[in-house]
């Protein structure tokens, strides 16, 4: 087996890079371990090593090094891969994907990424792109897109830049009109946002679906309605919280595996953080697509 470290030098607030190559060097090499370290030098390059390790037929094992949209990119390129299993090894601005497990701090340590246990997840699709977390439209999908205008600010964390880009796009408006298919349903409405889980965590430490699980088989759907900015400032605590069933009137919440969205014109999709573009959108559920490995003893689900 090969172990191939794919850093991302521009996640997170400094280049990680000489760091982790040190650790990284420092636990494989006394093992004898196959391993190689490569940084992407440009957007997509992590889902293109992904792809070249995947053609090779050789059994890989992946570490995304970065942030969420790190962790995105890899998925990408590995989905669907039989000889690619997939890590992270977090050091991002949000890091939410791997709050999913009982112990989130282990997979920041690469020790504990020695002894592994594994499992298949499902992804959210979307065309040819895939989110392992998140997908989602709306007001929410402008924010998210928006975060790395203000992560490498002094003094943010993660969770500093996702409420700044929330102020910002709240400002600029909220709602739009889509027209959902859904559940074998048409909902023709104006909504604040549509939010489609596989985890359970997104935006530095939102959990909109609580019982959300990537390797369920279904994906939970939040519909939010047409909300003006004074309800907005009530109810995003609430959202954050995931009590959505508190509030009937403005939130519909579905677990399926597809929907499709109609924008009346293109709108952006956000996928863990990455940004697509789309006028009818398709998302979808991709079962059991990916496999990931995970610090040994680690309970997927945590809570």
Not at 60 to 84: K, S, W
Request: glycine content about 10%.
């Amino acid at each position: 087996m090969k172990h191939l470290f794919i850093i991302n030098p521009a996640a997170g607030k400094y280049d990680h890079t000489e760091e982790l190559s040190a650790k990284i060097r420092g636990l494989w090499e006394p093992l004898g371990l196959d391993y190689a370290i490569q940084a992407s030098k440009k957007p997509g390059d992590c889902t293109a090593i992904a792809r070249e390790a995947a053609a090779s037929g050789e059994e890989y094992r992946l570490y995304a090094c970065g942030g969420d949209g790190t962790l995105n990119e890899v998925i990408t390129g590995a989905a669907g891969a039989p000889n690619l299993a997939v890590t992270h090894l977090p050091c991002g601005s949000g890091n939410d994907f791997v709050k999913n497990f009982s112990e989130p701090a282990a997979f920041s340590d690469p020790a504990r990424l020695l002894e592994t246990e594994e499992t298949r997840l499902d992804l959210i699709q979307v065309g040819e792109s895939y989110s392992l977390s998140i997908c989602s439209m709306g007001i929410d999908a402008r924010i998210g897109t928006s975060i790395q205008d203000y992560k490498r600010l002094p003094l943010l964390t993660g969770h500093g830049a996702y409420n700044l880009s929330t102020l910002v796009n709240l400002i600029k408006g909220i709602h739009r009109h889509y027209r959902v298919e859904i559940g074998g349903q048409t909902i023709d409405d104006r909504f604040t946002l549509i939010c489609v889980c596989n985890g359970r965590f997104y935006g530095g430490g939102y959990e909109p679906v609580p019982q959300a699980r990537p390797d369920d088989g279904k994906l939970e759907v939040l519909l939010v309605k047409k909300v003006s900015r004074l309800q907005v400032a009530g109810l995003i605590g609430k959202y954050k919280a995931g009590r959505y069933a508190e509030f009937p009137a403005l939130f519909r919440h579905f677990s399926t595996d597809r929907l499709i969205i109609h924008c009346d014109r293109e709108e952006v999709v956000n996928l863990d953080g990455e940004a697509r573009w789309g006028k009818d959108v398709e998302i979808r559920l991709s079962d059991k697509k990916l496999r990931f490995f995970y610090p040994k003893g680690l309970i997927l689900g945590r809570g």
